[in-house]
T-cell receptor, first 113, second 112 residues
Framework: DGGITQSPKYLFRKEGQNVTLSCEQNLNHDAMYWYRQDPGQGLRLIYY???????QKGDIAEGYSVSREKKESFPLTVTSAQKNPTAFYLC????????????FGPGTRLLVL | KQEVTQIPAALSVPEGENLVLNCSFT??????LQWFRQDPGKGLTSLLL?????REQTSGRLNASLDKSSGRSTLYIAASQPGDSATYLC???????????FGTGTSLTVIP
């Protein structure tokens, strides 16, 4: 089955802790994206990567970090510098550029203890 | 800053009714516009994608139109069903960029 997987489905973070959200795709897509979704707001772009070993900040990158060591994987770390991390996090992939649709994973809900 | 607006924020209709969801954007230089569906607590599913050279796209009971000059797109749902209940989001991507800009969504409830 081709698609995007995210894990875990729910994640709890303690104060001062870094946590990492996993995103894997087997669609052979070059581009991958991380979005944050808060109630009543649209999706906001955190980071994106157009190619392996390269990534760019989105509109709300502060307090987050990413890596793209493999084409299939684009993990997102929520650092202790992110003071309001409670949200629904969505990963997406696409063929890249501005011509193709994006395919979304099922999301990870992050909660602060 | 690119703005994408969706009105109304929420909509409740009886089953069988035809309905229209609206999406407006501030910059007409879009490359394409896409409509997504999101069920509660789930990811997004692509419904329709309209290229800038197109005026509309159809899939089953769904029809999306695009008017770049006025900065608007509409999603028409015919003969609505309870299974259509979800949040519908539009997103635009511009010639100058490589990221999608999302609207805040319209939450649709179809009452049996």
């Amino acid at each position: 089955d081709g698609g995007i997987t995210q894990s875990p489905k729910y994640l709890f973070r303690k104060e001062g802790q870094n946590v990492t959200l996993s995103c894997e795709q087997n669609l052979n897509h070059d581009a991958m994206y991380w979005y944050r979704q808060d109630p009543g707001q649209g999706l906001r772009l955190i980071y994106y990567s157009q190619i392996v070993n390269d990534f760019q900040k989105g509109d709300i990158a502060e307090g987050y970090s990413v890596s793209r060591e493999k084409k299939e994987s684009f993990p997102l770390t929520v650092t202790s510098a992110q003071k309001n991390p409670t949200a629904f996090y969505l990963c997406a992939s696409g063929a890249g550029g501005n011509q193709e649709t994006q395919y979304f994973g099922p999301g990870t809900r992050l909660l602060v203890l | 800053k690119q703005e994408v607006t969706q009105i109304p924020a929420a909509l409740s209709v009886p089953e069988g009714e035809n309905l229209v969801l609206n999406c407006s954007f501030t910059d007409s230089a879009i490359y394409n516009l896409q409509w997504f569906r999101q069920d509660p607590g789930k990811g997004l599913t692509s419904l329709l994608l309209i290229q800038s050279s197109q005026r509309e796209q159809t899939s089953g009971r769904l029809n999306a139109s695009l008017d770049k000059s006025s900065g608007r797109s509409t999603l028409y749902i015919a003969a609505s069903q309870p299974g259509d209940s979800a949040t519908y989001l539009c997103a635009v991507i511009y010639w100058t960029g490589n990221q999608f800009y999302f609207g805040t969504g319209t939450s649709l409830t179809v009452i049996p």
